[in-house]
């Protein structure tokens, strides 16, 4: 019953992605896709609060949004995933639902 | 398999449908949006519920008057929801006490549930809107 | 395009279904007027449920659905007039959307 939530908003700017984390359950997936990529680069509150999570949670960034921003994976906290869009569709068909935070 | 005997026999299927709120009313249109979804799916017989999370527990805090912004206040139609056979309410709790909130302020009676509980009863979901 | 329903030497304005523009356009001439458009002259069974939709919106902000004011009015009124047979007779064009709509409300929301 592992559920995919989705968050797209800077977690600078929003809560989303906290909120996303709080109610998320371990084996859940995270997808950072759109602003929500800066949360998951290195030396960022939301890069390092992630980090801690990756060991019961999947941790997911969408690879164009990052390289649309100028970043690369390697600028990217260890333990999350850098997908492409082939990525992203496999993952919404691997999890039961796909729970957008927006 | 049965799901799909079912449908072959035109047995409606009733799923679980869940919209989360997480925003405050007025400022933007999604909670009265949500709120016509969930009388929408009401009509087709689903398993609604209706969560409030983050700044969407102000939609249902009690006593406002919007005449002078100008807008139509929907928050009685909150209090409708039971004459639609929505039963299901909750809230979570650490988004109700980060506003300095209760059970008693709202509008409705609710089932405060804690992120843990919360996040349990999303994941047994068959879809989730968000608003 | 707005259409309009006429009152004696005045007219106020309908949606294309027929709905008031302005929920404060209403009162029971606009009612009767729009009766007689179809055809109806209402008796008091049929404000019964006008009043019923009316007092029904201004207490929850929201003109309910079909199976919702058939309940509701088996509560408030009985079941020998809360059946879909009594109120389909009152307001053939369907009891929600034609007595909403004579009652000056928004169309249902929910009502398909």
Redesign the interface.
């Known amino acids: 019953m592992a559920v995919l939530h989705t968050t797209n908003k800077s977690p600078m700017q929003t809560r989303d992605l906290e909120s996303c984390l709080r109610l998320s359950r371990p084996g859940s997936g995270i997808l950072l896709m759109e602003d929500a990529v800066y949360g998951a680069l290195k030396e960022t509150a939301a890069g390092t609060m992630l980090s801690k999570t990756t060991k019961d949670k999947r941790i997911y960034v969408l690879g164009p949004d990052l390289a649309a921003r100028g970043f690369t994976p390697e600028e990217v906290v260890p333990g999350v995933e850098v997908v492409d869009y082939g990525g992203f569709v496999d993952l919404a068909v691997k999890y039961h639902h796909v729970q957008a935070w927006v | 398999m049965s799901d799909t005997q079912d449908e072959g026999r035109g047995i409606p299927k009733v799923k679980r449908f869940m919209l989360v709120n997480r925003k405050a009313p007025y400022g933007t249109i999604y909670a009265l949006e949500a709120l ?1 979804v969930v ?2 799916a ?2 087709f017989d689903q398993d609604v519920s209706l969560v409030f999370v983050d700044d969407g527990v102000y939609q249902i805090r009690k006593g406002q008057q919007t005449k002078d912004i100008g807008q ?6 909150y ?2 929801l039971g ?2 056979d929505i039963e299901k309410l909750y809230v979570e709790r650490e988004s109700l006490e980060a506003r300095g909130l209760a059970a008693d302020d709202l509008l409705v009676p609710v089932q405060v549930l804690g992120a843990v509980e919360l996040g349990a009863l999303m994941d047994e979901q068959d879809v989730v809107f968000s608003f | 395009m707005t259409a309009a329903v006429a009152i004696k030497d005045s007219e106020v304005a309908v949606d294309e279904e027929g709905y008031l523009v302005n929920l404060a356009d209403w009162n029971e001439e606009v009612a009767n007027a729009m009766a007689a458009e179809d055809n109806i002259a209402l008796t008091e069974n049929h404000w019964e449920v006008i009043n019923f939709l009316r007092d ?1 919106y201004a ?4 003109a ?2 079909i ?2 004011l058939t ?2 009015i088996g509560k408030k009124l009985g079941p020998e007039k809360g059946n879909s047979k009594y109120l389909y007779e009152l307001f053939p064009y369907g009891p929600a959307k034609q007595a909403c709509r004579y009652a000056g409300l928004p169309k249902p ?4």
């Open positions: 016509e009388l929408i009401a009509a139509k206040n929907f928050s009685p139609t209090r409708a004459d639609y | 029904y207490e929850y902000q929201v309910p659905a199976r919702v309940k509701a929301t929910g009502c398909i």
